[in-house]
């Protein structure tokens, strides 16, 4: 019988001054995530959209090779009895798994309404693309790559990558990495619109920390409603589109930060936000 798995040490989560900042901690595994440690993360982002003391969200790993090389498919979950006769897998099982597994850690990371920034740290694979796709904004080191790893392996980009990056960088673009494979780094990764910022490993932590404060600093609901449409732009028609934006200017023109700037305009100072 083997340990249990120790989730608080193998994705160590931290709150301060407003940011939620969660480091997967599998260096020696290549910061691959097991089954428990995504639905640990999953948990985080769906926590974090309620919690008023979160205003901003850095996802990162440990060491300075890899950010994550996707799942870690030597840990599978005991699998749930079945009736007498049935077969090992059922029809839509792999469906299931699969909307209950990377799928759903792509649409939580999506749907948090805080902003979600990733501290690109090293090496991208397989899911670990997806983190960075997922996130709102992405700071990655200047040695980093993105490695969209499925054809290699005969297989089909899932996790929702499929989705997501030709909404980054256009549908031939995303062909093009999908169909050859090949390894991208930083610099082209923020030539082609995946990564907002590349920089020197010795400027690393600082830039994600100034970002990230500058965030947590920001009028959370409206940068989370901001998201919600920007995330919404590509997907719904334009007069349906026209209606969201004109309920959510009116939810958040009474919000407290709302008036706030309008008041920090007028008598032209800085403004104090408090996330609500």
């Known amino acids: 019988m083997t340990d249990a798995p120790d989730i608080d040490k193998e994705l160590l989560a931290t709150l301060e001054d407003g940011v939620l900042r969660l480091t997967i901690n599998r260096a020696d595994a290549g910061n691959a995530i097991p089954f428990y440690v ?11 959209h309620t919690n008023l003391e979160v205003r901003a969200v850095v ?19 005991t699998p749930k009895p079945k ?9 839509g099982d ?22 979600v920034l990733c501290a690109l740290n090293g090496t991208a694979a397989g899911g670990g693309v997806m983190l960075a796709l997922a996130a709102d904004l992405v700071v990655a080191v200047d040695t980093a790559r993105l490695i969209h790893v499925f054809v290699r392996r005969g297989l089909i980009p ?18 093009e990495l999908v169909f050859f494979g090949d390894d991208l780094n930083a610099t082209d990764a923020e030539r082609i619109g995946i990564v907002n910022k590349v920089v ?16 947590a600093k920001g009028p959370t609901k409206a940068i989370g409603w901001s998201k919600q449409l920007l995330n919404s732009a590509l ?4 007069t349906t589109m026209l209606v969201t934006e004109g309920m959510l200017v009116e939810m958040n023109a009474h919000t407290l930060d709302g008036k706030e700037g309008v008041a920090s305009f007028m008598e032209r100072r800085d403004s104090n936000f408090k996330g609500w």
């Open 38 to 48: 995504r639905d640990r993360l999953i948990q985080h982002f769906v926590d974090a």
């Open 235 to 238: 997907e719904v028609d334009r």
């Open 200 to 215: 020197p490993a010795a400027e690393f932590e600082a830039t994600v920390n100034e970002w990230a404060t500058r965030l």
């Open 59 to 77: 996802i990162t790993a440990a060491g300075e090779k890899h950010f994550c090389t996707g799942a870690d498919l030597r840990v599978r979950p």
């Open 158 to 175: 899932d996790g929702g990558v499929a989705y997501l990056l030709p909404r980054l960088v256009g549908l031939h673009k995303a062909k």
């Open 83 to 91: 009736p007498e006769g049935a077969p090992d897998m059922v029809t």
């Open 94 to 115: 792999a469906v299931n798994v699969m909307r209950a597994g990377f799928q759903r850690l792509m649409e939580a990371i999506q749907d948090c309404q805080k902003p």
